[in-house]
């Protein structure tokens, strides 16, 4: 056995790399593997970071494409240069990827390539891509090896013409026609991106509805919204096939609830039916940790798992399967290790879907809250009455402030709109102090602000929104 630490820590994501900084600010000797060239995990790498690059550009694009020439600003000679906007995207994500990196040597943190395996109780052995296996002894182990793309039954992904987010975001043209399957968070992003560089997309979805877990009013209105930028949406729909002929794609298609077959052309396929925990192979039961038939480890409680010393994190566990969350999971892992107090709320872990216009929501729904039979009061302000909004053209969507009828807490809050990915952090901090409706109402705002609208739907619970 090479080293022993006390806390060797199996996935370099946001989840494993915030809890071994965290763990080096409170003295602990910690390791961390990763199987990838580089930190970061599919966040970094291949999620969130690279995919708000390319919407951040695309966006600009579109821009000038449909809203400069209203604004007095004439564009000639407007083209598309991908390979540079692909460019811009890599070297984003190298530039925070060596920042983690950097992070990891300021924090004292011994950074090991390769894949990751419990070997026994305090065992850990280490593969690295040449088959080199090391051995590492640890006091206390943290599953953080996050997650990957679920898959369709015989469905074959290629990363070229049938895609996760991995080859959705590494596409050497843009397709004429792009099918994407599941209108969840990723794959709205990536029709986006797609749609606004000139695709013609179609979203193919199981359910009636867009973005499951989002609030039903915010699910319609995004919708509509997406419908009037050029997504189509079949909803209720299943794709049974995809047949790779030389020049296209056919994906096969019926109702969900069964019925005559459609076909679709395509170019490109995206699979973005969701995520699975990436849990098999890391040695679990060599010290009695089990998992559930989805993949997700079991625990007892506070991250812990039925083995003493091995703790479990982020999209392993239960909870929303977002970077935000396992960094909080990470956290508070290593202060639970270090004898503090450790602990996340996976009901105040905002969701922030970045479209354009984005969409944001943290607590209760309004669904939620009925089938809980919760009394809860609504108040509600549209961007079209924010000052800033109008002056900025950028006037779709709203806030919704959902609050106890009799305490008046906030329970939940639901945005569409420019910026929500931002405004919903003020949100998060008044409901983790327990504030009522009435506490974000009387807070002063800065004028002119699209933040003003938050304020404007807290005052609408009680009536008394003064700008509409």
């Given amino acids: 056995m090479s080293e022993v630490f006390d806390v060797v820590i199996i996935g370099g994501g946001p989840g494993g790399y915030n809890c071994a900084i965290r763990c080096g600010q409170l003295g602990l000797k ?9 930190l970061g995990g599919t966040c970094l790498n291949v999620g969130c970071i690279p995919s708000k690059a390319l919407l951040h550009a695309s966006e600009y694009y579109h821009a000038a494409q449909h809203e400069f020439a209203d604004m007095g600003i004439e564009v000639s000679g ?17 530039g925070l990827t060596d920042g983690v990196a950097f992070l990891m040597k300021k924090n004292k943190v011994t950074v090991y390539k390769g894949k990751g395996k419990i070997a026994g109780k305090g065992e850990v052995e280490v593969t690295d891509a040449e ?25 074959e992904i290629d990363e070229e013409r049938v895609v996760t987010n991995t080859g959705a975001l590494s596409l050497k043209e843009v397709p004429k026609k792009l099918v994407l399957i599941g209108a969840g968070v990723i794959g709205l992003e990536m029709g986006s991106v797609w749609s606004r560089l000139g695709s013609e997309v179609t979203v193919v979805e199981f359910l009636d509805h867009i973005m499951p877990g989002a609030d039903s009013e915010i699910s319609k209105q995004a919708k509509r919204t997406f419908e009037g930028q ?4 079949k909803l209720s729909t299943k794709v049974t096939g995809i047949e790779k002929l030389k020049t296209k794609l056919k994906v096969s298609t019926e109702p ?3 019925g005559d077959e459609e076909t679709l052309d395509a170019d490109v396929v995206i699979v973005a039916i969701g995520r699975k925990p990436y849990t098999e192979g890391l040695g679990l039961e060599t010290v009695g940790v089990s998992t559930d038939k989805r993949g997700i480890v079991e625990t007892t409680g506070h991250f812990k798992t039925m083995a003493d010393g091995v703790w479990a994190i982020g999209d392993c566990v ?6 935000h969350k396992a960094e909080d999971d990470g956290v508070a892992v290593a202060e639970l290790i270090a004898g503090k107090a450790g602990h996340v709320d996976y009901d105040l872990v905002p969701s922030v879907v970045y479209t354009s216009p984005e969409i944001a929501w943290v607590g209760k729904t309004e669904e939620q809250l009925k089938a809980d039979g919760i009394k809860y009061k609504k108040g509600k ?3 079209q009455a924010n000052s800033r909004a109008r002056t900025n053209h950028q006037t779709d969507g709203f806030v919704k402030v959902l609050a106890d009828a009799t305490t008046d807490e906030v329970l939940g809050v639901h945005m569409m709109g420019v910026g929500v990915g931002e405004m919903i952090g003020e949100v998060c901090v008044a409901m983790e102090f327990k504030a009522a409706s009435e506490d974000i109402a009387r807070t002063c705002h800065a004028h002119p602000t699209l933040s003003e609208a938050v304020r404007q739907a807290a005052m609408s619970v009680e009536g008394w929104a003064m700008q509409m």
Avoid: C, H, Y
Wanted: avoid cysteine; hydrophobic fraction near 50%.
């Fill in 230 to 233: 050029g997504l189509n949406f």
């Fill in 381 to 383: 302000f549209p961007f």
């Fill in 318 to 323: 239960k909870g929303p399967m977002l970077a």
């Fill in 131 to 155: 088959g080199k296996v090391q051995k590492l002894g640890a006091k206390n182990i943290v599953i953080a090896t996050g997650s990957e793309p679920a898959s369709l039954p015989g469905i």
């Fill in 78 to 94: 407007l083209k598309l240069d991908l390979e540079k906007m692909m460019a811009q995207k890599a070297d984003a994500v190298k």
């Fill in 30 to 38: 910690a390791a961390i593997i990763e199987m990838r060239d580089t």
């Fill in 256 to 258: 969900a609830k069964g």
